[in-house]
Nanobody
Framework: VQLVESGGGLVQPGGSLRLSCAASGFTFSSYAMSWYRQAPGKERELVAAISTTGRTSNYKNSVKGRFTISRDNAKNTVYLQMNNLKPEDTAVYYC?????WGQGTLVTVSS
């Protein structure tokens, strides 16, 4: 089983990034998928989650209206579109699904 995140990087406040998480080794379409993040010195927190079909999603209050989670079951990939990024969004972002975790991708929001 593998979950491989990509798309992180350094971005200025107000900028955008799109994270991707490519899954393999399990039946991706059978599992809800989530994005978590962990900022330095803080606990890991749920950012967004999406149902198996993609019809239902939910978000941490502080990212509502700025982040969008989506999935492509044909590509075994889940995405997190992040717009209007703020310094407080700085964290390592992790993909989660089927009880598995990716290695994380670092997002740094700074001028």
């Amino acid at each position: 089983v593998q979950l491989v995140e990509s798309g992180g990087g350094l971005v200025q406040p107000g900028g955008s990034l799109r994270l991707s998480c490519a899954a393999s080794g399990f039946t991706f379409s059978s599992y809800a998928m989530s994005w978590y993040r962990q900022a330095p010195g803080k606990e890991r927190e749920l950012v967004a989650a999406i149902s198996t079909t993609g019809r239902t999603s939910n978000y941490k209050n502080s990212v509502k209206g700025r982040f969008t989670i989506s999935r492509d079951n044909a590509k075994n990939t889940v995405y997190l579109q992040m717009n209007n990024l703020k310094p407080e969004d700085t964290a390592v972002y992790y993909c989660n699904g089927g009880g598995f975790w990716g290695q994380g991708t670092l997002v740094t929001v700074s001028s």
